[in-house]
T-cell receptor, first 118, second 113 residues
């Protein structure tokens, strides 16, 4: 089946630093990737939609200068949390939609990245 | 600041019994529905999907029922096993091709051995 990886799986950083999270589709090409944020005991909240070769589309209330997204290739999207603060601590999950998903509309999720900002 | 966490609804089921997890959606334009399973510390895992032109779909040990009239979705797990313990999310996508998934709040399933 389709596999999506994220790196790192866990990161702890100091307040004010920037953190980059990678999302890769390992065995398929993904025109579109999605970035979600999940707080404990809550559902996934879509942050932005990342389209290969174009600017990301951010959801309302998500600061695009704070959460930089780059979708440089059909298998890689990156999320950079700039000048991270403790309130940015969360579980970040990406998903990818296969380029040729046919009629399935299925997205495949990465394992998530746990960010802790001290 | 500190985020205020919601308490996920919890369903406790004896091992071997059947589980029914319910979900309501609000978007009448939703055309495609998915159930995901999320184990602690991991990303969501696709379980089963159903399109709006169907009322029922069966997989291995799982069945999804869709009632479009009342915008209700349910996931039935037969012979629940300890490995089924997880948080289950329903998700819906609107028609039109744009794959923006909207997740429900989730239900935590606890299987009692």
């Amino acid at each position: 089946g389709a596999v999506v990886s994220q790196h790192p799986s866990r990161v702890i950083c100091k307040s004010g630093t920037s953190v980059k999270i990678e999302c890769r589709s390992l065995d398929f090409q993904a025109t579109t990737m999605f970035w979600y944020r999940q707080f404990p005991k809550q559902s996934l909240m879509l942050m932005a939609t990342s389209n290969e070769g174009s600017k990301a589309t951010y959801e309302q209330g998500v600061e695009k200068d704070k959460f930089l997204i780059n979708h440089a290739s059909l298998t890689l999207s990156t999320l950079t949390v700039t000048s991270a603060h403790p309130e940015d601590s969360s579980f970040y999950i990406c998903s990818a939609e296969p380029r040729s998903s046919g009629n399935t509309d299925t997205q495949y999720f990465g394992p998530g990245t746990r960010l802790t900002v001290l | 600041g500190e985020s205020v966490g919601l308490h996920l609804p919890t369903l406790s089921v004896q091992e071997g019994d059947n589980s029914i997890i319910n979900c309501a959606y609000s978007n009448s334009a939703s055309d495609y529905f998915i159930w995901y399973k999320q184990e602690s510390g991991k990303g969501p895992q696709f379980i089963i999907d159903i399109r709006s032109n169907m009322d029922k779909r069966q997989g291995q040990r799982v069945t999804v029922l869709l009632n479009k009239t009342v915008k209700h979705l349910s996931l039935q797990i037969a012979a629940t096993q300890p490995g089924d313990s997880a948080v289950y999310f329903c998700a819906d996508l609107p028609s039109g091709g744009y794959q923006k998934v909207t997740f429900g709040i989730g239900t935590k399933l606890q299987v009692i051995p």
